[in-house]
């Protein structure tokens, strides 16, 4: 059975980090290809320990604040 699930994407440092907010897992890659690989092999494994019934995805959304120099 497929699941089609959210991958949140930042850098930190030199890094990606892919975190799955639906799942709670969370990888890493230097490129956002291998975030996103990592982020599936690790979400696969812990999916096989620990089956999650339904999911809903998240509302992801941006907002903007006045942020002085």
């Known amino acids: 059975m497929f699941r089609t699930l959210t991958a949140v994407i930042h850098k930190e440092g030199g890094l990606f980090v892919a975190d ?4 709670g897992t969370v990888s890493q890659g230097t490129t956002i290809d291998e975030a996103i690989g990592n982020l599936k092999e690790a979400t696969e ?3 096989e320990e620990f ?3 339904e999911t809903q995805h ?3 959304t941006s907002f903007e604040v006045v942020a002085d120099a």
């Open 51 to 53: 089956p999650a019934g």
């Open 58 to 60: 998240p509302l992801v």
């Open 45 to 47: 494994l812990y999916l």
């Open 20 to 23: 799955c907010p639906e799942i």
